[in-house]
DNA sequence: ATCGAATGTGTATTTGATACACTAACAAAA
DNA sequence: TTTTGTTAGTGTATCAAATACACATTCGAT
């Protein structure tokens, strides 16, 4: 039909979505990546992603993909921006809508797949070697991650639904790569108030328990200040 | 090649950039549209834009279709958004890559051309129907461009490079919608260190003539604080 | 009972944001 | 030449937000 009409009139660019999945690993910012099994760049480390199906949406295509070459379920998923140098693939033009995710620190375990040879966390500051213009996509999602913290409430999606003031502060400390104060940072996290007790506490380690907090609304949990 | 390979064996979405081009007019926020010369929608008004050459870069696509449909050159220009609902075109599958863009209050006159009946200013608050997802696309612009004018330059875009401080100041005020105050206005604006005396006086009206201004760096007008 | 380890809490200081009113310089009119 | 209308230009006091900073509490293990 007339998609097919507009291929013949002139060629279309393929268009694909890619996903910089980050995670907290080891106090480690990690990104989730896919080694390629076929060409172009084969055996090369990669983002994983794929092509667009006619009836999909672009989001879905992204949680698709991902569920597919690592296994991952959905997560915190934004677009992130839209690449489409005529030269960023070698074998044709290739539009690439990528995707921003952040997924918890235990929802793990990715596993290959046929497009994907294998697919394996990476800390941030040890990437291999990535195809295509990936490494360009991974700094933009960095700078993403970074400038959104400040006024969003994204670094709730790095940890489970219930957690500790520590472990809260430890997600800001990773990610901004800086010790903060503990007394200012409680004061200011609480002063938001997007975060409640749930009245348990946490029972680890031989040392005092902490209060678990829990977010007030989670279906909402979008940008707030 | 490759790109019709890929054509037969499964459809590819076809790829349009779309521009949301804003300009202060007659003291009011004002979007540049055109009326559709051609199905779907002929006669309604749309965005400014049209399909991607296959060789052609994304942001060189916004800043053509910009120039043949209205005759403007180009201005500032950054991504938007990428919008693909499997729904948004009637026709076909369409993937529309949008762009934000701003135009000094003079650059105007806009110019009618095949695929444009014709080309006008609308104040952002009296649009016309719009044809597709238009409508959305102007308020996701509309919401960035409020959102980028506290911690980007972006003002300075609406106008000319020499300009007073109460020409300045009308920009935030028309933009945000409420009124500032003269003194903190200039406060906070001279402490970014952003911009600079000419040296030179405006002349006009039978007033007190006003310091001209002129940004410190024009090549380096991106994010400052 | 003591030790090690992480939790939890308040105040003083500094910085940035806001509220607020009058004089200066020009052109036009009287 | 004086008056009037119009916009440009300037400083301080107050309030709110961000920062710096140190010690007592609670648990498990020894």
Redesign the interface.
């Known amino acids: ?7 013949y009139d ?6 694909t979505t890619d996903v910089v999945l980050f995670a907290i690993r080891q106090q480690t910012l990690s990104v989730l990546l896919i080694q390629r099994a076929n060409d172009p760049f084969q055996g090369m480390w990669a983002l994983p992603g794929g092509f ?7 989001e879905s295509c992204a949680k698709r993909e991902l569920m597919e070459e690592t296994g991952i379920e959905a997560v915190y998923l934004e ?1 992130l ?2 690449f ?3 030269q960023r693939d070698p ?3 290739i ?1 690439s ?1 990528t995707y921003f995710a952040l997924s918890q620190s235990d929802s793990l375990s990715p596993k290959a797949s046929s497009d994907a040879a294998q697919a394996a966390w990476f800390p941030i500051d040890e990437l291999p070697a990535l195809a295509f213009d990936h490494s360009e996509i991974i700094q933009l999602a960095r700078r993403r991650l970074l400038s959104k913290l400040s006024y969003s409430t994204i670094a709730f999606q790095m940890l489970p639904g219930r957690f500790t003031l520590s472990q809260l502060q430890s997600v800001y400390e990773i990610l901004l790569d800086e010790n903060l104060d503990k007394r200012n940072f409680r004061k200011g996290m609480l002063a938001r108030n997007i975060i409640e007790e749930t009245g348990e506490y946490s029972r680890s380690g031989n040392h005092r328990p902490a209060k678990i907090y829990r977010v007030v609304n989670p279906s909402r949990v979008e940008i707030i200040k």
């Open positions: 039909m007339a998609a097919k009409k507009h291929c002139y060629p279309h660019p393929a268009v667009l199906d006619i009836d999909e949406d672009l677009q921006y839209t489409g140098n005529p074998r044709e033009r539009i809508v």
